[in-house]
């Protein structure tokens, strides 16, 4: 048998390595591995036991949830809210923070979630994922919410699983960026990619075209130059990737490079940007950076933004270190 080294033997060598974490936060990396192989279950089963369509119900985002969001949120809590390893919980389909019930232990770690991103994906078959970040908290006590608006520098850790072809879990704790895939035969996550890095240079961007007539001018100008192809002033023909689901753009930018842009737009004055800060924005952002990329607004580095709402939604383009300093540098020059 190949020494095919798991989850937890991999976390366990790199605190030897790495002293810092302890083994409460390898246990917790465990109930969020356990948590999304049952979320891997159900969305692999989908229409066959019924976890398909919508709930009919809305969430604090203003979105109508999907089954699954409802679901995997549920999944995602009854995991981790009896183990004694957390202060406090934050999901996207929740308004509020979620307290840990009173009979049970609290711990030192934060998780904020998103249970199932890309969730428009699920009725058409399309990638998914859950996304989730990690702060260290304060010992024991009932997290109140500046516990939670830290900026996204003081993550211990942020991660995603990948519900696609294969479910892979991508991780990092502040040490290069790992990626698991599911090995269904034996229900552990097994390490397959080691220490991922983004190329610096892409000739491939990902962004909804539909909302061009609410982008800013620096967004416009980048977009109409790629479109230009080796007529324009970047030289290069570029290809265009949209899946709607963050999680599979990101993988793919791990993989093969590329730039991701959900960046500002003009349609909804209170809703100037589409995705969440805490358990979307940061926990990308984190991993990007850690593989050699570049995560911002367009305006600022996302990991330096100091959140005020646990739903805050922010610009997000991250990537390829080149390209993405070109759009800041268009900024600057707007
Ligand atoms: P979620 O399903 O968790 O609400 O997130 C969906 C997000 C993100 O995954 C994706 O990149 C983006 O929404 C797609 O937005 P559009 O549907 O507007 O293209
Ligand atoms: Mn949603
Ligand atoms: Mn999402
Ligand atoms: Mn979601």
Known sequence: MTNKVTLTQFIIEQQREFPGTSGSFTALLNDIATACKKISHYVNRGELIGVLGSAESENVQGEVQKKLDIITNDIMVSALN??????????????????????????????????LDGSSNIDVNLAVGTIFS??????????DLQDFLRKGEEQVCAGFVLYGPS??????????????????????????????????????FAI???????????????????????EGPLGKNYNMRWIASLVAEVYRILTRGGIFMYPLDCRNPEKP????????????????????????????????????DIHQRVPLILGSKHEVERIVRYHQEN
């Open 167 to 204: 479910t892979m879990m991508v991780l990092t704790t502040g040490h290069g960026v790992n990626a698991f895939t599911l090995d269904q035969d034996i229900g552990e996550f097994i390490l397959t990619h080691r220490d991922m890095r983004i190329p610096e240079e892409t000739a491939e």
């Open 273 to 308: 940007a589409k995705l969440r800060l805490m358990y979307e924005a940061n926990p990308m952002a984190f991993i990007i950076e850690q593989a050699g990329g570049v995560c911002t607004t367009g305006r600022e580095r996302i990991l330096d933004i100091k959140p005020t």
């Open 134 to 143: 990690i702060l260290r908290s304060r010992e024991g006590i009932d997290a």
């Open 208 to 230: 909804n075209m539909t909302n061009q007539r609410f982008w800013e001018p620096p967004v416009q100008r980048y977009i109409a130059e790629c479109l230009q192809g080796t």
């Open 82 to 115: 009896w183990t004694g390893r957390l202060a406090g919980m934050a999901s996207e389909e929740i308004d509020e923070m979620i307290k840990i019930p009173g009979h049970y232990p609290k711990g030192k770690y934060l998780v904020a979630f998103d249970p």
